[in-house]
């Protein structure tokens, strides 16, 4: 009788496969403090995303738009 592999077991070998191809997943702490540089990265960034606002349209789809037509800071 044929012993038959388990789900994890089957899971296991798939993933080694891809493990081995393309590479191991990255892994960092959440719970580290934040750097002077990620810091101003992310006030940056949070700055830029209040240059645009989303317009939804009837159809339920939605676009971006600057939200100072006279800003051209970004084009």
Request: hydrophobic content about 30%; overall charge positive.
């Amino acid at each position: 009788m044929a012993s038959k592999e388990t789900f994890a077991g089957r899971f296991m070998r798939i993933t080694g496969k891809l493990r081995a191809v393309f590479g191991p997943a990255h892994s960092s702490s959440l719970d580290h403090e934040m750097t002077d540089a990620n810091r101003s990265l992310l006030a940056q960034r949070e700055a830029e995303t209040q240059q645009w606002e989303t317009i939804r349209r009837p159809d339920g789809s939605t676009y971006v738009v600057p939200r100072n037509p006279d800003d051209k800071s970004l084009r």
